[in-house]
């Protein structure tokens, strides 16, 4: 589904991705973990092609093409959505009007709004006066009613109450056609025809929404290189118990 090689991107100048390796393969869902300012939203934004994130060297092939050069509206169309960790207000625009112009799905946006508690945010400007927790719903609601193949989701449960990340949860796992326990649903032979596979990365610092979403396999970015990659829910324990330098630490003597 996705295929990174060999990334380098720099920011203002500066190379903030130093040569990054990653894939992920149709139906499968990955975590990436990292220190603050370690590079992993400019990752997600430069798999969606922003401007502002230079791609210096290496390349990013999606569904087997080469996107490096693809504008974000063609990378959308292609079939990958991204839910911001701090989206913009946008006076002036309705929800209503957003989500009705990213709709590629038949479930009508009525009960995706309702199922998120969101009804009553449609005829709103856009994250304008929204709360934390409200404005990742409406990034969800966007994300649902795009129904990309891959789903990149940066922090989804930060600013997030302890009843609203079990709704995100669900619904994340809607929107990846995956059950709680993380088995994609919908295996009809039409489906599996088509081979249509929804894959997704999802950027935590907490892991609280992995007891809600399943993860096949966690990343750890230190300073724009991938230090460790392996069992999400391990590299989780570990982190918590000795920190990112150990971690990184036992990455390297493994390595060696
Ligand atoms: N527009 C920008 N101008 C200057 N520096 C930037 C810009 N965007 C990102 N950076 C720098 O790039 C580095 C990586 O930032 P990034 O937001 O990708 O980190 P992160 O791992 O997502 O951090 P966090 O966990 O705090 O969200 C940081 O040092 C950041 O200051």
């Not at 990958?80 to 009705?100: A, D, H, N, T, Y």
């Not at 199922?115 to 945010?121: A, C, I, K, P």
């Amino acid at each position: 589904m996705l295929y990174i090689q060999n990334l380098h991107v720099e920011v203002e100048g500066k190379e903030v991705i130093h040569g990054l390796n990653l894939e992920i393969r149709p139906s499968e869902v990955h975590c990436l973990l990292g220190p603050n300012g370690s590079g992993k939203t400019t990752l997600l934004m430069t798999i969606m092609g922003f401007s502002g994130y230079k791609v210096t060297k290496g390349n990013i092939f999606f569904k087997g093409t080469d996107i490096t050069q693809l504008s974000v509206d063609e990378r959308v169309k292609m079939g990958i959505g991204i839910s911001f960790q701090r989206p913009p207000s946008i006076p002036g625009v309705k929800l209503l009007q957003l989500v009705e112009l990213c709709k590629r799905f038949k479930k009508d946006v009525m009960s995706m709004a309702q199922e998120l508690n969101l009804v009553d945010f449609l005829e709103r400007d856009i994250n304008v006066g929204f709360s934390g927790g409200e404005i990742k719903r409406s990034e969800l609601l966007q994300l649902w009613a795009q129904n990309p193949d891959l789903v990149l989701l940066d922090e989804p449960e930060s600013g997030v109450d302890v009843e609203n990340i079990i709704l995100i949860g669900r619904i994340i796992n809607k929107i990846l056609e995956r059950n709680e326990l993380g088995i994609p649903l919908g295996e009809t032979r039409a489906e599996i025809k088509k081979k249509r596979r929804k894959s997704g990365l999802v950027i935590t610092h907490t892991g609280t929404i992995l007891n809600y979403v399943h993860a096949d396999k966690g990343h750890v970015l230190v300073e724009g290189r991938l230090a460790c990659s392996g069992n999400p829910y391990e590299i989780f324990r570990y982190i918590r118990e000795k920190g990112y330098e150990e971690c990184v630490k036992c990455a390297w003597q493994a390595r060696r």
